[in-house]
């Protein structure tokens, strides 16, 4: 596993040897939005009380092992929903 001095020698490398300007272009936005979304409010803290309380509620569900497989949930909507495979 790359340490972050040397993920970041690497990326700098990378750059380096890009003489396309639209990918540099689009990696200083990547990197200025990465800035950005660093000092921005936690979403969490944005979601309405009932929002909070039903992911609290579906956490401590899956916790227990009170859930159901990918493929259990689409057997039941098919049924619901009269869909023909």
């Keep these: 596993m ?3 001095v040397e993920i970041k020698s690497e990326i700098h490398n990378m750059v380096e040897n890009i003489h396309d300007l639209d990918i540099l272009r689009a990696i200083r936005v990547l990197l200025s939005k990465q800035n950005t979304i660093s ?8 979601l309405p009380d009932s929002i909070k ?4 509620n579906s956490i401590k569900q899956a916790d227990e092992g009170k859930m159901s497989t990918h ?10 929903f009269a869909v023909k495979n």
């Design 71 to 80: 493929d259990e949930v689409k057997r039941r909507l098919n049924i619901k």
């Design 2 to 4: 790359l340490s972050s």
């Design 39 to 46: 000092t921005q409010t936690d979403f969490w803290d944005e």
């Design 53 to 56: 309380n039903k992911l609290d």
